[in-house]
Each structure stands twice: as C-alpha cells, then as structure tokens.
C-alpha cells in the first residue's frame, strides 16, 4: 500500500486532477442516461397500464352487457325448469293414479274373462244339450211314427 500511494504522489497533478473529473463526467453521464432509460421504461409502463386499465374497463362493460344480455334467457330458462319440475312432479302423481287406476281395470277384466269363459262354456254345453235334444226328438218322432205305423195295422181291441 505504501507503495501505491508514494506512486500518487509522484504523479503529475494533472493526472490526479482529471481522474476525478473523468469520473464525474462518467457518473454524470450515466446519470442521464440511466434517467433517460427510467424515464423511458417509466412511460412506456405508464402507457401499458393505461392500457391495460382501458381494456379492463372495456372488458368489464362487454361482461355486464353479456350479464344483462343473457341475465333474461336465463331467468326464462330457470323458470321453464320450475315449472317442468312442478309438472314432471304432478305427472308422477297422475302416473301413480293413472297406475292404481290400471292395476282394478286389469283386475277387473281379469274376473269379466272369467264369467265370459264361463259363459261360452255354458254356450257351448247348451248347444250340445240342443243337439242332444234334436236327435232325441227325432229319435222321438221316428218312434211315434214306427207306433202310428203299427196301430194303424193292428189295432188295438182296448184302447188304452
């Protein structure tokens, strides 16, 4: 260190006195030009922020106006699910009875099958009993007429 200094000492003043000077010059300029760029970068993100907060304006105006916009088909829409449900709601209810209703008509002409069947077995016996009987009156007839046929040939001496 001692040398150093003793080295200063020896220099000629100008140098020592311009060093100082250089330095300031170089300080001064970068002052300015470090300004010169704050200032710069300082308007140029002043200027994105204004944009930035325009855009934001407009872009919160568009939403509202969609909002507003689409505020009304959605309370329709909301409203045309209220009542769906309400009526979704009652056709269950009209569903049950409608079922109970179905299950005693079904019941209902389960038993009138029935007495039909009955009914046509009844038909059907009866119309063998009205064959049966044909075949009997005829069987009836024939025999009265084979009897006519015989009194008419030998009379009986006492009728009776």
């Known amino acids: 260190m001692n040398s150093?200094?003793?080295?200063?000492?020896?220099?000629?003043?100008?140098?020592?006195?311009?060093?100082?000077?250089?330095?300031?010059?170089?300080?001064?300029?970068?002052?300015?030009?470090?300004?010169d760029v704050f200032g710069r970068k300082y308007e140029n993100r002043a200027n994105t922020f204004?944009?930035?907060?325009?855009?934001?304006?407009?872009?919160?105006?568009?939403?509202?106006?969609?909002?507003?916009?689409?505020?009304?088909?959605?309370?329709?829409?909301q409203?045309?699910?209220?009542?769906?449900?309400?009526?979704?709601?009652?056709?269950?209810?009209?569903?049950?009875?409608?079922?109970k209703r179905n299950l005693a008509v079904e019941e209902d002409v389960q038993r009138k099958q029935e007495v039909v069947d009955d009914l046509k077995e009844r038909e059907s016996l009866t119309k063998a009993i009205i064959v049966d009987n044909n075949e009997s009156m005829e069987l009836i007839k024939s025999g009265s007429n084979v009897i006519r046929?015989?009194?008419?040939?030998?009379?009986?001496?006492?009728?009776g």
């Open 4 to 35: 150093f200094s003793y080295s200063l000492q020896e220099a000629p003043s100008t140098i020592t006195q311009s060093l100082p000077d250089e330095f300031e010059r170089i300080i001064m300029e970068l002052k300015g030009y470090s300004m």
């Open 149 to 159: 046929r015989i009194e008419k040939r030998c009379p009986c001496p006492n009728p």
């Open 79 to 99: 409203e045309k699910i209220v009542n769906a449900t309400h009526n979704l709601a009652i056709n269950k209810e009209e569903g049950k009875s409608l079922e």
């Open 50 to 77: 204004t944009t930035v907060r325009v855009e934001t304006k407009k872009v919160c105006c568009r939403a509202q106006d969609l909002l507003m916009k689409f505020k009304e088909p959605i309370d329709a829409m």
